[in-house]
């Protein structure tokens, strides 16, 4: 199954294969491969929510929004601190939930009906620089490519060739899919919990509604965004057992976090999707990998016809792109309000902008278009 590719995308999750499509759209002559570690349709540990930014970068691909999978348009938001709640409304969907798994096989469907090459079942082991290619080591042999595009997450192992550790922040997660009676669901609502901050958390518990086709359910967590990474640690099991004592065992993943200051390329190699960076204040991963999919075509289509490989206007393209915008702004509001969030005084001033700003928004949202 090995061979040779003028670009390899390691991941084929919504970053991986975003940036395969957006890049067979613009230029088809480039030849990519997509590996993949699993088969589709694979479990993936994701709160699955879509924003609507995420549903833009979801239309880029010319795909229908929503896809024809179970889901959940969330209408109203609660974002409550302690007794006190903002509410979010949007006569559509604030955000939208997806089972992960239905939506990455969906698009991988869509991806290969395209004319995208997918390797399922290939297992990456390591990389090696070899004049201007790349040697890819896998489970399935070697494959030779100019460009390879770190599309395998926060856990994997190509962006450690890439990122500035100085600059580089985990997230911590934990979370658990329980069975409910329908009523989240029905509803069409969210909860973000913020008062546990008071308690050393820089994050919230989180309630979903999840419907995957079969049966309704809650997906529940808790996000720790550690942006102050000297700060003492929330005790997360601790936190998920009283917020959530009904829920089934939790389980945890870490979520690599974007930094306006990270590195994004090298020669010959950059990272989309979580391995670049999830957006750092609520932990949003799905809407930003497909817009790095289509940023990091771009770049890459220009390598290719300037035949200059060094990817040097990646790490600008990125941050001067929409999702660079969105990023930046959340990157500097959870690096600020999660350093303030423990203390009374500035959380409450924190909370009354909150209340202004779901104000306005959902007098936007519910004006006449």
């Known amino acids: 199954m090995s061979g040779s590719a003028d670009v390899l995308i390691i991941g084929g999750g919504p970053a991986g294969l975003s940036t395969?499509?957006?890049?067979?759209?613009l230029t088809p002559a480039i030849k990519a491969i997509v590996l993949e570690k699993a088969h589709h349709p694979r479990p993936k540990l994701c709160g699955?929510?879509?924003?609507?930014?995420?549903?833009?970068?979801?239309?880029?691909?010319?795909?229908?929004?929503?896809?024809?999978?179970?889901?959940?348009?969330?209408?109203?938001v609660r974002f409550s601190y302690h007794h006190d709640i903002v509410t979010l409304r949007h006569p559509e969907a604030v955000f939208t939930v997806f089972p992960r798994v239905a939506l990455d096989a969906y698009l991988a469907h869509q991806a290969r009906q395209r004319g995208v090459t997918l390797h399922e079942g290939v297992t990456v082991h390591r990389l090696r620089r070899r004049s201007n290619d790349w040697d890819v080591l896998t489970s399935a042999g070697t494959y030779?490519?100019?460009?390879?595009?770190?599309?395998?997450?926060?856990?994997?192992?190509?962006r450690n060739l890439v990122v500035d550790?100085?600059?580089s922040a985990t997230a911590r997660l934990l979370e658990s899919i329980t069975p409910s009676n329908g009523q989240w669901v029905q509803a069409r609502q969210a909860v973000f919990d913020f008062?546990?901050?008071?308690?050393?958390?820089?994050?919230?518990?989180?309630?979903?509604?999840?419907?995957?086709?079969?049966?309704?359910?809650?997906?529940?967590?808790?996000?720790?965004?550690?942006?102050?990474?000297?700060?003492?640690k929330a005790r997360l099991p601790t936190l998920m057992q009283?917020?959530?004592?009904?829920?089934?065992p939790p389980q945890g993943h870490p979520i690599h976090l974007f930094s306006p200051f990270q590195r994004f390329a090298r020669p010959g190699i950059l990272l989309v999707g979580d391995a670049a960076g999830a957006d750092p204040l609520f932990g949003e991963g799905i809407g930003p990998a497909l817009a790095y999919g289509q940023i990091a075509a771009q770049t890459?289509?220009?390598?290719?016809?300037?035949?200059d490989f060094r990817l040097r206007d990646y790490r600008r393209r990125v941050l001067t792109s929409p999702l660079g915008r969105?990023?930046?702004?959340?990157?500097?509001?959870?690096?600020?309000?999660?350093?303030?969030?423990?203390?009374?005084?500035?959380?409450?001033?924190?909370?009354?902008?909150?209340h202004t700003l779901a104000f306005f928004a959902n007098i936007s949202s519910a004006s006449p278009r």
């Open 48 to 76: 699955g929510g879509v924003s609507i930014f995420g549903a833009a970068a979801w239309r880029a691909l010319g795909l229908p929004w929503p896809p024809p999978v179970p889901h959940v348009p969330v209408g109203t």
């Open 144 to 158: 030779h490519a100019r460009i390879v595009v770190a599309a395998d997450g926060s856990r994997g192992t190509t």
């Open 326 to 354: 969105y990023l930046t702004l959340r990157w500097a509001v959870a690096w600020l309000g999660y350093r303030l969030a423990p203390h009374r005084v500035p959380m409450a001033v924190i909370w009354r902008i909150a």
């Open 195 to 232: 008062s546990a901050v008071s308690e050393g958390l820089q994050g919230y518990t989180w309630t979903f509604p999840l419907d995957d086709g079969a049966r309704p359910a809650c997906n529940q967590g808790v996000y720790d965004a550690r942006i102050a990474r000297q700060a003492p």
């Open 300 to 307: 890459i289509a220009v390598a290719f016809r300037r035949h």
């Open 20 to 25: 395969a499509m957006h890049l067979h759209a």
């Open 242 to 248: 009283s917020t959530f004592p009904h829920s089934r």
């Open 165 to 167: 550790r100085k600059h």
